[in-house]
């Protein structure tokens, strides 16, 4: 059992409390996942270059030595603002030559995401204490994906906290459980994909960003994914314009939307919605099995 969030605001006005309307809706799923927590916010998309958000199990990492020693070796400037144990990297270097160096120079640096508009952090404690480590109040953006993680199917770590990503600017967060995992991997590693963990979860996002890789629209990709994604479900995609909801066919899953003319918002439970303004007079409805609900930013 986890817990999934999401907000999408309409309004630009609310961009900057996206954060701290997200806080109390992650709280509200602590029940449903204590173990860990994580958030993907999206922001105005970077007018070049790429953005990485990063993680070490250290919390005094020397992150200004990391852009320093990037350039001394590439001779390409960079930017890197740490917070503890977790930092954004901005840098003009292609995806593949960043992620190459690190392997070579720091194996002991994860990836948390890649892009242009995606910011995320994940970490191991309860969503009060992740959201506070990482000061996820003051997060600004047009969108967020969020998840609390009870974990029954893989160990507690940071890299096996949702949400998980592929490529770039996209993300997924799930609640329950695929039965056809090792099968889905087997299949897109000989496509050329490499998996970092023994989650689930993991090969539901990639399957789904590789069929967009393929040249999907994520529509066609979440169709896609209905035919070949076995299992309970409830998930929660985020990419640099649209949010995207799914349950299996079945429906085994809870997810409940508030939507007003100022925000939508996602959660497993009503709970994490009844703090949001004039959430009384929103339409607030329960998401049909098999059928997917898109919103652009």
């Known amino acids: 059992m986890c817990g999934i969030v999401g907000l999408l605001v309409k309004t630009p006005a609310l961009r ?6 997200l806080v109390p809706m992650m709280i509200g799923m602590t029940e449903r996942g204590p173990d860990s927590a994580g958030l993907a916010v999206f922001s105005a998309p970077l007018a070049s270059g790429h953005k990485y958000s990063l993680y070490t199990a250290s919390a005094s990492f020397d992150w200004e030595g990391l852009a320093q020693q990037l350039f001394a070796h590439l ?14 990297l901005v840098t003009e270097l292609a995806p593949e030559a960043v992620r190459q ?17 995606i910011d995320l952090y994940k970490d191991i404690g309860t969503p009060g204490e992740v959201a506070q480590r990482y000061d996820f109040a003051s997060l600004q953006g ?16 940071p ?35 490499h998996f970092e963990t023994d989650n689930d979860t993991e090969a539901a996002c990639r399957y789904l960003e590789w069929r967009m890789r393929e040249g999907d629209v994520l529509e066609t990709a979440i169709q896609k994914g ?4 076995d299992g309970f479900y409830t998930f929660l995609i985020g990419t640099e314009n649209k949010l995207a909801l799914v349950r299996d066919p079945f429906a085994c899953k809870p997810a409940i939307v508030a939507e007003t003319d100022d925000y939508v918002a996602i ?17 607030i409805y329960e998401p049909n099995p098999e059928e997917m609900y898109v919103w652009t930013a």
């Open 16 to 21: 900057a409390r996206l954060g701290e309307m």
């Open 75 to 88: 001779r390409v400037p960079a930017k890197c603002e740490g917070h503890g144990n977790h930092a954004v």
């Open 101 to 117: 160096w690190f392997k070579e120079h720091f194996p002991v640096l994860h990836v948390l995401s890649c892009g242009r508009a």
């Open 142 to 157: 047009s969108h967020a994906v969020g998840h609390t993680r009870m974990a029954t199917e893989s160990a507690v770590t």
């Open 159 to 193: 890299d096996r906290a949702h949400p998980f990503t592929a490529g770039e600017d996209f993300c997924l967060v799930h609640n329950g459980s695929l039965s056809n995992p090792y099968g889905l991997r087997r299949m897109l590693e000989t496509e050329g994909i």
């Open 226 to 229: 209905f035919e070949e994604l």
């Open 267 to 283: 959660a497993s439970e009503f709970r994490s919605l009844a703090h949001l303004p004039d959430v009384k007079n929103a339409h």
